[in-house]
């Protein structure tokens, strides 16, 4: 069982920066792919940054350039670095793992624990 704790949400004028950070219990935390996830109100949860156990990242295209995957194994922790942040980045954002041993997986279903989402506001 692995249990997710994001932080660091907020609200942030266009073309700023925030970095959210999400804590994981277990000791297993390094094999796991981590991922990021967004969700607006009623819209279908959308994947955002992906990273796996051999640190490969990968982005949905809308924040390649932008945004930015990072992962501490000592610390239990991965990192969402958001840059040039625009209106359309508001949404609630969740951090989620799975086990699996696919690559790039990128799916809702492919993930096996969720954090409970932290808010992130772009402002215009």
């Known amino acids: 069982q692995v249990q997710l704790v994001e932080s660091g949400g907020g609200l942030v004028q266009a073309g700023g920066s925030l970095r959210l950070s999400c804590a994981a219990s277990?000791?297993?935390?390094?094999?796991?792919?981590m991922g990021w996830f967004r969700q607006v109100r009623a819209k279908e949860r959308e994947f955002v940054s992906g990273?796996?156990?051999?640190?490969?990242?990968y982005h949905a295209d809308s924040v390649k350039g932008r945004f930015a995957v990072s992962r501490d194994n000592a610390k239990n922790t991965v990192y969402l670095q958001m840059n040039s942040l625009k209106p359309e980045d508001t949404a609630v954002y969740y951090c989620?793992?799975?086990?699996?041993?696919?690559?790039?997986?990128?799916?809702?279903?492919?993930?096996?624990?969720w954090g409970q989402g932290t808010q992130v506001t772009v402002s215009s």
């Open positions: 277990g000791r297993t935390f390094s094999r796991y792919v």
């Open positions: 990273i796996d156990w051999s640190l490969s990242t």
């Open positions: 989620a793992a799975s086990d699996s041993r696919a690559i790039r997986i990128s799916e809702h279903g492919d993930y096996n624990y």
